[in-house]
């Protein structure tokens, strides 16, 4: 899930904060 977490951070993935 670390790999989805950086993901979401950079703004572009299916996890995204906004």
């Known amino acids: 899930m ?3 977490f950086i993901i ?3 703004g ?3 996890m ?3």
Request: aromatic share 0%; proline share 17%; hydrophobic share 15%.
């Open 8 to 10: 979401s951070s950079s």
């Open 12 to 14: 572009r993935g299916p």
């Open 2 to 4: 670390k790999a989805a």
């Open 16 to 18: 995204t904060p906004g």
